[in-house]
């Protein structure tokens, strides 16, 4: 069902400062930007061979980002995987009797078909299904 990793996500507070220490430090940019409003983040895309490191910092303090952040500081925030289909991924999960927090797929980064699954059922980390032939989800 999971095709390849898509992406990694790592919470941030300063996008900005985040982007710089990678650029410094790791040698990568930003191959794309982008504010997501439905999910309160703004997301930076960084090129990684085949996928993409992602930093996602909160546009506000109602953001889930924002809460993640002063619960857990910045980290490893979720990994996106990508699948052939979201929906006929989400129907298995279902069957599965899986958490998700998506029970439809809806619209991410760079208009990516997406859902997220509760952690609770994936092993500690938030899970996102990302559908096949996009560069990036939420
Ligand atoms: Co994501």
Request: aromatic share 4%.
């Amino acid at each position: 069902m999971l095709d390849k990793i898509n992406h990694v996500a790592i919470a941030v507070a300063d996008l900005d400062a985040a982007i710089a220490h990678y650029k410094s430090r790791y040698q990568v940019e930003p191959e794309s930007r982008e504010v997501i409003e439905t999910d309160g983040v703004e997301e930076a895309m960084l090129r990684v061979g085949d996928s993409y490191v992602q930093l996602i910092a909160p546009t506000g303090s109602d953001s889930t980002v924002a809460r993640y952040l002063e619960r857990n500081g910045e980290g490893l925030h979720h990994i996106g995987y990508e699948v052939a289909d979201v929906s006929e991924a989400l129907a298995h999960l279902k069957a599965a009797g899986a958490r998700l927090i998506d029970n439809e797929p809806r619209r991410g980064g760079g208009g990516a078909l997406v859902a997220f699954v509760h952690p609770k059922d994936g092993l500690g980390t938030l899970i996102e299904l990302v559908g096949a032939g996009t560069a990036h989800g939420a």
